[in-house]
């Protein structure tokens, strides 16, 4: 009771001594303390995308993967994203990736309907959809655009026609499935063309009606044109000449960017800052990702693995899950460089695509019978990267090759879908990480925990005091990187004896 007293006639004082008013005016954002070390980035823009592909996820939830929170709790894996600050969500579209019989190629077998389902997921966790059409059944890249089967032999007015209302249709159905589309990609890596148009007027003809499909959808939408191969300095800038000369109304410039292909930053930012300051444009990384080891755990080679691709001169970090966490601050450090603030964000792709079954430890007879186990999956949900049902369609590369997941150990996941600490990165990019431990609570640094930290954190919010980065972390008490009232009534809690389990006055 002695305590209490105490404590409230201090509070009054300095409230008394503070202007309210201005207590509690935008968040501030402070250092944490965590397992991986990130630094702070200071974003040009507020609206900044840390975004994520999980096109797979359905495919592999319906061939019975969970995922788990650090804590090891099983939770919606939306959920888990937001909660660690991915604030987009990106998902590619197939016109219709079945064979005759109705069996899926594989590759998450990602129609509208699932993209529906993922839509509407992000929306109610606060994430905004990025719709990644690619016109296609299967796969798009800078080697395969293959029209839709539906499309084949129509002549480029007929096609026009299609395009466009397959995409305002589309877009209009994940409206109504609860998405909030907040962007749209008019085909996938269209580097050389779209839906089996490959000369550049009939190319640009096509990106045309989907454009106007996206403008008559809805004015705020972003519209985003999507390239690779970003190491060709003067082909990828000739796209933005290419866009411009053939009046292709656009919003944003993007580009993948993947360490072991694509060249270094320095060039990314450059090329990004080439259609920004040329033609006014946004400009983004669509896809990129990294390894957080070496290792395979679905039985199906992956694409970055030792003595593959993993020693290219732009593989700069380790293959850990803090490499992998400095991969994704590099690249968005890369894109916030871009001139007045035109750079717009930074997808990673596939963050979740995990093994079906681990085949970690197993050899022999084990082993066969888990890649049985997978491939089975595979086949029967699409959770691979292709079935062998998309010979139909690919008969030369994904009918010859398919198989399981070729990023697993590029997820922030591990081989029982529990979250890695990298995936924090997403939030620490805002906050940056104190790398050295701290005395919660001590915010006036004088080494105690007491009524005057109490009095120096209300200051701090009124802005009438500048606290350093240690004292910043110490600060806040209730460790969620955002100093706010909430902390002083932690604090009090703390000081009244309320609060017994927390970690204040204790170094963290
Ligand atoms: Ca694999």
Not at 21 to 29: E, K, M, Y
Not at 154 to 167: D, G, M, P, R, V
Not at 286 to 311: F, M, Q, V
Not at 396 to 420: E, T
Request: proline letters at 2%; aromatic letters at 10%.
């Amino acid at each position: 009771m002695q305590i209490k007293r105490w404590l409230t006639a201090g509070l009054a004082a300095v409230l008394a001594a503070v202007s309210v008013s201005s207590v509690a005016a935008a968040d501030i954002f402070v250092p944490v303390r965590d397992s991986i070390s990130v630094q702070k980035i200071d974003f040009q823009r507020d609206d900044f995308i840390r975004g994520m592909d999980i096109s797979s996820v359905i495919s592999l939830e319906n061939a019975g993967v969970t995922f788990r929170n650090e804590a090891g709790e099983v939770q919606d894996i939306f959920t888990i994203l937001a909660q660690n600050g991915v604030n987009y969500i990106r998902v590619r579209i197939w016109n219709d990736p079945y064979d005759s019989s109705g069996n899926g190629y594989g590759g998450g077998n990602n129609d509208l309907a699932k993209a529906k389902q993922i839509g509407k997921r992000a929306a109610d966790n606060g994430m905004q959809l990025l719709v990644d059409f690619h016109y296609s059944d299967f796969w798009a890249d800078p080697s395969k655009q293959k029209a839709p089967k539906v499309w084949a032999g129509k002549t480029l007015n007929q096609k026009k026609q299609l395009l466009k209302a397959y995409t305002l249709n589309s877009l209009n159905e994940l409206r109504s499935a609860g998405a909030s589309v907040g962007m749209v990609q008019i085909g996938n890596e269209i580097t050389s063309g779209v839906a089996s148009e490959f000369n550049d007027q009939n190319r640009a003809a096509l990106l045309k009606e989907g454009a106007a499909a996206v403008r008559s959808f809805d004015s705020n939408v972003k519209i985003a044109m999507h390239f690779t191969d970003p190491q060709n300095t003067g082909a990828i800038q000739w796209q933005a000449d290419y866009l411009n000369q053939y009046q292709v109304d656009y919003d944003v410039f993007a580009t993948s960017y993947y360490p072991s292909w694509h060249g270094s930053l320095e060039n990314l930012t450059s090329i990004l800052n080439y259609a920004a300051d040329t033609y006014g444009k946004l400009t983004m990384v669509a896809e990129t990702s990294y390894p957080y080891t070496l290792e395979d755990t679905d039985g199906h080679a992956n694409t970055i693995s030792n003595g593959n691709n993993n020693t290219g001169d732009n593989m700069l970090w380790a293959f850990t899950p803090q490499g992998q966490a400095d991969e994704v601050r590099a690249v968005m450090n890369a894109v916030n460089q871009v001139h007045n603030g035109k750079g717009l964000g930074v997808f990673y792709w596939e963050g979740a695509w995990i093994t079906v079954g681990d085949i970690t430890g197993k050899t022999g007879d084990a082993y066969t019978a888990q890649w049985n186990a997978n491939h089975a999956l595979w086949e029967q949900y699409g959770c691979g990267w292709a079935s062998s049902y998309s010979a139909e369609f690919d008969p030369d590369d994904a009918g010859k090759w398919f198989g399981g997941s070729a990023v697993d150990n590029q997820a922030f996941f591990d081989a029982q879908g529990k979250a890695l600490p990298s995936l924090h990165v997403f939030r620490d990019v805002v906050n940056g990480t104190m790398d050295t431990p701290v005395l919660s609570g001590d915010a006036n640094g004088d080494g105690k925990v007491n009524i005057y930290d109490v009095t120096e954190i209300q200051k701090q919010l009124a802005e009438l005091a500048h606290l350093n980065d240690t004292q910043l972390c110490a600060a806040d008490v209730v460790r969620d990187g955002n100093l706010a009232l909430n902390d002083v009534t932690e604090l009090q809690r703390y000081l009244a004896e309320f609060q017994v389990n927390s970690t204040v006055n204790q170094y963290i």
